[in-house]
């Protein structure tokens, strides 16, 4: 999971919704979302986390699209054909407090 710092850093750097373009749906009501899925070894860090709303979350673990930065811009993009879906990571504790 990402922490709030992390959050907080990817809304000073991407704006106050998701980053779908064209999106207006307000960054908490988002999911913060490994783009280099966590399952596949995609880190939990600010370079490869954005905010998306719901919606646009579905569409990128469904399999049929990805959201990628091009140009420093984050666009959703079609996935080819043969791609197979991002499965969600599942959830982990938080580590224990020492």
Known sequence: LFTQA???AMIARDGP???VPGCTVPVDRCQAHHVD???SGGGTDVDNGAHICDC???CVHEGNKRLERINGAWQLTDNPPDS???EPAARRAPPEAA
């Open 56 to 58: 646009h979350h579905h």
């Open 84 to 86: 197979k879906r991002s």
């Open 6 to 8: 992390q959050r907080l």
């Open 17 to 19: 919704t998701c980053v």
């Open 37 to 39: 899925p966590y399952s």
